[in-house]
């Protein structure tokens, strides 16, 4: 009985004891009363461990990067503080012997994707931000609106914005991928619209293009108030048009030929209306333009200088819309509107020309000359990842001269594409592309009804496909194929018995496969590369060879080029303001593009593949560049130096109309390049303003022409500067003025004649030894917008522009005209452009 009674006690002590110990508190359960104030967590951590007596264990490289916003709390358990100053971290903890020990937590990611449009219309937002401030990552909105990023799971408030339009916060609890459209709006003041500075973005110094909208184009001042995407382009520094009114584009010494002009990812080969007055883009079918002229990603190739990508517009998904206007140049009108509101919309618009309504003069072509083109394009959502669009481009001239005989030109573009995400991080575009060019040119004869056509052109069917892969924020992928079928008419003479003049056809396939990658590396390095390699093969006709009859054999020569293309952009950001790049790029160009270029204004542009006789350009490409940012001003600082292969010079003033030995008479040769681009510019929500100046020259050595001596190019235009500024008085006043000098391009004259059946032939000087006079200009326009109430829910909103180009009657030349009359007076006269010219414009919007 003794010895049970003792063991009974003995198990009751026990059980006590065991109960005494469970009660003791751990060192995670002690109550804390503390006041932190806004810290790194690291500071934060070393205060509570000596207010507590706790032992703290981590890795200070874990923990550097997070901070803790102010805390106050009393007699909270330890466990509970740190729970609260670590929450929205990768961090956890726990109590290790007498260690409270903290380590990294990797969660998993998960991609929130969707497209990114207007709220207004449904138009996608090309180069919109998607922010994520806990992160400090984001991604842009590529051409189709489209957006991915792919993120550790947690809460987060992201943060979309867009220039001109509202920023949008949108809190996300990202447990699993996640689809999100957003829509914006626009910013209630129309003050913010003019502003060039960009909107918040990962890392706004490290764009490589330069984007323009509709608005930024409406504002800038124009002849006789004609909105134009290229002669706003010729504005920018870095871009030059060698003459007045002229819609060419040399961009950092590379020929008019040598970019890639893209409406819809359709080539454009002539991108200009009345000799180059006009551009094809209708601006009322515009949605934005991008322009590359210093690092190209490997998904463009085929150019060497620059690529210029205009998309059109995709029509108003929500409502219907017309709009249009009037100037001394053209009347545009277009409509748009939902197909299936939300979910199908098209547009079409339509510009013609009214020289001869006004009876306009111009020097070169009489005022019955007229233009025209219609854009149209529809599209369907067929489901949350498959969408489809169709668009078409027709584009006509018909000009004439005082004895009637015309010059006709046009460009005809369709593409059909088709977006597809496999994925939340894999999207991709498929895209059937035709493009067609021709040229047709009334040629001398005695009468109208003998007189011949010369017809040159290019067609062209093109089948591309294009993915991204979007593995984080700091790493994007780009890869992709195209294959172009060209067939190249140089030229050949209709309405005639006899084809002895005809240039050789030539059929070509041109393709490609391409990869390109974007990679950060921590927070100051970005790496953008590539590898582009490019195989095209040339048939060209042969019209030498005939049988024992006399009739000719139908031959090719065929020659195939493979060629790659690496490039690369080297970004380093001193500062969150600051940043310095280096580029590289490797192209090639298999097209080339023969035209006398005394002349400025001209339509006549056969293009030449590479063949047999005639290799394929190419250029190694260096560039330095500074960049300064502010909220309200930036600098920037860029040379360049391009070394271009195989260019074409016409030799001895050869002759391109009804010229079969032309491939014959193109001499080949080396082109260098280089230069220097100052620019500052300052924003603000009135005043805006931009101080450019490029030094930079192009020199030519050609073997046969020159006597093999190095000669400035066509476009070698030394100094250049360009002043613009816009003011806003208020949302519905503005006004706009563009200044602009540049040295005079360079030009070959006679030093002598002599006398040919009664002609006076001229003997030149050495090539390109002279210049013309320096050019400049001041243009100056303003704007003020307006409103009608048309009807509860509609509205006429109006806009009346004003201005006067060339406003001090500034003399420009625009060409010599030579004497070959041998009973004149041997002269070379100077012809000049366009003098004082005011002009009113009206454009509105229902």
């Given amino acids: 009985m003794s010895l049970r009674l003792i063991a009974l006690l003995l198990f009751v002590a026990m059980l006590h004891t065991g109960k005494l110990y469970a009660q003791q508190p751990s060192a995670l359960d002690k109550p804390v009363t503390i006041q932190l104030q806004p810290d790194s967590l690291i500071s934060v951590l070393l205060k509570i461990q000596r207010k507590t007596g706790s032992s703290f264990s981590f890795n200070p490289d874990l923990l550097r990067r997070y901070q803790v916003k ?12 740190l729970q609260s100053i670590i929450s929205g971290t990768y961090l956890k903890f726990e109590l290790v012997g007498n260690d409270i020990v903290f380590t990294e937590v990797k969660p998993e990611k998960r991609t929130v994707h969707g497209h990114i449009a207007d709220s207004a219309n449904g138009e996608v937002l090309i180069g919109a931000t998607v922010f994520v401030p806990e992160l400090k990552v984001g991604v842009l909105s590529n051409q189709y609106g489209f957006y991915a990023l792919n993120i550790p799971e947690g809460n987060y408030e992201l943060s979309i914005s867009n220039l001109g339009y509202q920023t949008k916060k949108i809190p996300l609890k990202l447990t699993n991928d996640y689809q999100l459209e957003v829509e914006l709006s626009m910013e209630a003041n129309n003050l913010s619209e003019v502003k060039i500075q960009q909107p918040v973005t990962p890392d706004p110094l490290l764009l490589n293009e330069q984007s323009f909208t509709p608005r930024q184009l409406n504002r800038i001042a124009y002849y006789a108030g004609e909105p134009d995407a290229v002669k706003a382009l010729q504005m920018q520094n870095g871009i030059k048009a060698i003459s007045e009114g002229s819609s060419g584009l ?13 409406l819809d990812e359709a080539v454009i080969y002539n991108p200009s209306h009345l000799y ?9 079918a515009i949605n934005s333009v991008q322009v590359y002229k210093d690092f190209i990603p490997a998904n463009f190739g085929g150019r060497l200088s620059s690529v210029i990508e205009n998309r059109m517009a995709e029509g108003n ?18 409509a748009e509107g939902p197909v299936v509101k939300d979910k199908s919309s098209f ?4 510009r013609r020309s009214l020289l001869d309504v006004f009876r306009s003069k111009f020097k070169l072509f009489n005022p019955s000359s007229v233009y025209y083109d219609i854009n149209a394009k529809v599209n369907y959502k067929l489901d949350t990842r498959n969408n489809l669009f169709y668009s078409v481009y027709g584009g006509q001239d018909h000009l004439l001269s005082d004895n009637s005989f015309a010059n006709n030109w046009g460009n005809i573009t369709s593409t059909l594409r088709w977006n597809h995400l496999f994925n939340s991080r894999l999207f991709m575009n498929m895209s059937a592309i035709y493009s ?8 001398n004869a005695d009468t109208l009804s003998k007189k011949s056509q010369w017809r040159t052109g290019v067609r062209d069917l093109t089948l591309k496909e294009d993915f991204t892969y979007y593995n984080t924020p700091e790493n994007q992928i780009k890869f992709g194929m195209m294959t172009t079928y060209h067939r190249f008419t140089p030229g050949e003479t209709n309405n005639s018995i006899s084809d002895e003049l005809n240039i050789a056809k030539d059929r070509s396939l041109e393709s490609a496969l391409y990869y390109n990658q974007q990679l950060s590396a921590g927070k100051h390095w970005e790496f953008n590369y590539g590898l582009r390699v490019g195989l095209f093969t040339n048939a060209e006709e042969r019209l030498d060879i005939f049988d024992q009859n006399g009739n000719r054999v139908k031959q090719e020569d065929t020659r195939t080029f493979l060629n790659p293309e690496p490039r690369i952009n080297i970004s380093y950001l001193l500062a969150p303001k600051q940043r310095f790049s280096l580029t590289y790029n490797r192209s090639y160009q298999y097209l080339q593009l023969v ?9 006549l542009e056969p293009w030449i593949p590479a063949s047999r006789s005639i290799k394929p350009q190419h250029i190694d490409y260096f560039s330095g560049g500074y960049w300064y940012v502010q909220d309200k001003f930036s600098v920037s600082a860029n040379a360049y130096l391009k070394k271009l292969y195989h260019q074409l010079e016409l030799a001895g003033h050869a002759q391109i109309i009804q010229n079969p030995a032309i491939r014959n008479q193109l001499e080949a040769g080396n082109s260098t390049a280089s230069g220097i681009e100052l620019e500052l510019k300052k924003t603000g929500a009135k005043l805006n303003a931009t101080v450019a100046y490029t030094y930079a020259r192009v020199f030519r050595t050609i073997n046969g022409i020159n006597e093999g001596k190095r000669f400035a190019a066509n476009y070698d235009i030394p100094h250049e500067l360009k002043i613009t500024a816009s003011y806003n008085f208020n949302k519905k006043l503005s006004v706009q003025s563009f200044f602009t000098y540049s040295t005079g391009r360079p030009l070959t004259l006679p030093v002598g004649y002599y006398q040919y059946d009664g002609i006076n032939v001229p003997v030149f000087e050495s090539r390109n030894t002279s210049r013309f006079p320096d050019f400049s200009r001041l243009d100056i326009s303003g704007q003020y917008q307006f409103s009608s109430k048309l009807s509860k829910k509609r509205a006429l909103n109006s806009t009346v522009s004003v201005g006067v180009y060339n406003l001090y009657n500034r003399k420009n030349p625009l060409y010599y005209h030579l004497s070959t009359d041998s009973s004149q007076p041997q002269s070379s006269t100077l012809e000049y452009a366009f003098g004082f010219y005011p002009w009113i414009a009206y454009s509105f919007k229902i």
């Fill in 276 to 284: 180059g007055l006009v551009s094809v883009f209708n601006p009322d």
């Fill in 250 to 262: 040399f961009i950092r010494g590379g020929n008019s030929d040598q970019n890639l002009i893209l």
């Fill in 70 to 81: 102010y805390t106050s709390v009393q007699r909270v358990p330890l466990k509970n503080l």
């Fill in 436 to 443: 067609n060019y021709s040229n047709l040119l009334d040629l």
């Fill in 317 to 334: 998904n929500k409502e219907f819309h017309v709009n249009g206007g009037l100037n001394l140049m053209s009347a545009r009108l277009a």
């Fill in 595 to 603: 035209q006398n270029s005394t002349l400025a204004f001209s339509s």
């Fill in 347 to 350: 547009i079409i618009a339509f």
